[in-house]
């Protein structure tokens, strides 16, 4: 085998001269904090051009270039094509928009590059604590155990496989799949997809989710799922686990928790809140009582990225039975074994509560960011954005042309531009034609969803920089987009 001389013996892949690269340094972060400080008079989204996108196409870069030169490249073709979360004015999907120390915490955990699989070192204790310390905000028992994950997705899925290996009622790890032994699981309706694709991936299959219709506020008809669990146990199908939503994905319903513990203790099923939206905002005085029942659940998924702005990725999931959590992943080869003295000394191995061997510290901006800002001032965030939903659904409800279509859960407001004279269809045409409009201007960012056939505006305002104004200003914008259209009606719809 032929070997190619090393370059330079003592080449590493540090700066060749620090104080440039200090330089360079000072250079991001005045420029990210002129980026923040004005991203209010920003558009929110702008299309790429061409060339940008054809400068993905690039091939592998061989040779080395300046970091000046790559960083010049990110400000041209990267930042000024953002998603727009970070903006005031969006709206769409269910995101969090950030936060300074949260940022400031990433980029430390990259300097710093630990390993939180485990081990003995303080990186590993600040995971520790902010597990500790959702635990108490959840009303959680110390005794549970946790684990920060990347997001919602992985969260339902940590909370389901314990589910489905504690329930199954015979050693499921060690056995794999029984036949004639069918676990069910059952959520509303409204239960969010990715529940779906974790019992899929669990190989229990599209129809272990049972899906129970919902009332009329979206939440899970309770009657009609003790009946649906009842026959299937009847048809000797092994119900395991029932999936309570606390802030669903459409109109922030939150399913009643506490007749769902009520039942779920009764009828000895696993109790998984998928609290993705909603159960962080715990935080809120006046939203808390309404997630009453949320401490009872076996396990619950807290996303940290939406409601409590975290840049993402972050996440967590809290189980009661953190002896069912270790064993469905606990896995200990030679080359893992802990030690009693040293790096790999105590008992902290977060990889034997989740899938991953090699996790970030993503604690870390979550530690900073709570200790900055208190728990309080991000229970006030919370509270401001479901007091922005009501105030945004009173304009709606003032305007003769803007028709509510759903009741406002959380802080999720779903509506319509209606001026009265239109069928369905051109109501779903010209409302889908308003929103992206909005989007294509970069004025503001709702998202949107279809509820009985109706398409809806749907705004969902896990936003700390929204602003009163913005919600009237989105309103004269949409009429404005409408009028215009209305015209134009007979051409949109062909
Ligand atoms: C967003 C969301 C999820 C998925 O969470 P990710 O963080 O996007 O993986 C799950 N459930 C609900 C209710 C959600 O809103």
Not at 22 to 27: A, F
Not at 196 to 223: C, F, H, R, W
Request: glycine fraction near 8%; charge should be negative; charged fraction near 20%.
């Amino acid at each position: 085998m032929k070997t190619t001389p090393t370059p330079t013996t003592n080449q590493t892949l540090d700066p060749t001269n620090w104080d440039e690269a200090r330089q360079l340094m000072h250079q991001m972060i005045d420029d990210a904090v002129d980026y923040l400080s004005t991203i209010r008079e920003k558009p929110i989204w702008q299309p790429m051009p061409e060339e940008v996108q054809a400068s993905f196409e690039e091939p592998v870069p061989r040779e080395a270039s300046s970091a000046q030169e790559v960083y010049s490249e990110f400000q041209e073709k990267v930042l000024p094509y953002p998603m727009g979360n970070v903006h005031p004015k969006f709206w769409a999907w269910y995101m969090g928009s950030g936060t300074l120390s949260g940022a400031l915490g990433d980029f430390w955990a990259s300097i710093m590059n630990p390993n939180l699989g485990g081990g003995n070192h303080a990186a590993n204790k600040v995971e520790a604590q902010v597990v500790k310390l959702l635990k108490e905000i959840m009303q959680f028992p110390t005794s549970a155990s946790g684990l920060l994950v990347s997001g919602g997705s992985m969260a339902n899925l940590v909370g389901l496989t314990v589910a489905r290996n504690v329930k199954a009622g015979y050693n499921l790890r060690q056995e794999g799949f029984q036949p004639n032994h069918k676990m069910i699981v059952y959520a509303s309706t409204e239960v969010h997809s990715c529940n779906q694709k974790a019992l899929e991936l669990l190989g229990m299959g599209t129809s272990s989710l049972v899906k129970i219709p919902v009332n009329s506020d979206y939440t899970i008809n309770i009657n009609a799922l003790q009946q649906r669990i009842k026959a299937d146990r009847d048809s000797g199908f092994h119900p395991i686990c029932v999936i309570g939503t606390s802030g669903t994905v459409n109109t922030g319903a939150i399913d009643d928790l506490n007749t769902l513990a009520d039942f779920c203790e009764a009828e000895n099923l696993w109790f998984h809140v998928d609290g993705a939206i909603g159960a962080i905002a715990m935080l809120s005085d006046i939203v808390r009582p309404h997630l009453s029942g949320i401490e009872r659940a076996d396990s619950v998924a807290i996303d940290l990225h939406k409601w409590l702005h975290m840049p993402f990725e972050a996440a967590c999931v809290l189980v009661k039975d953190g002896k069912g959590h270790k064993n469905t992943f606990s896995l200990i080869p030679e080359y893992l074994a802990k030690n009693t003295r040293g790096i790999a000394a105590g008992d902290l191995w977060f990889s034997e509560y989740g899938l991953q061997l090699s996790r970030r510290f993503r604690a870390l901006k979550i530690w900073m960011s709570l200790k900055e800002h208190g728990t309080e001032r991000f229970g006030d965030m919370i509270t401001k954005n479901v007091n922005q939903a009501h105030y945004l659904a009173e304009l709606v409800n003032e305007s003769a042309d803007m028709e509510q279509l759903a009741p406002i859960g959380l802080d999720i407001l779903c509506f319509r531009y209606n001026p009265g004279d239109l069928s369905l269809e051109e109501l779903n045409t010209i409302n889908k034609e308003i929103k992206t409009q909005l989007e294509e201007s970069g004025k503001s960012a709702p998202g949107y969803t279809t509820l009985d056939g109706r398409y809806c505006i749907r705004v969902a305002i896990a936003n700390h920089r929204s602003r009163k104004e913005d919600f009237e200003e989105l309103l004269n914008d949409i009429r404005q987009i409408g009028v215009t259209l209305r015209g134009a009606i007979p051409v949109l719809s062909q």
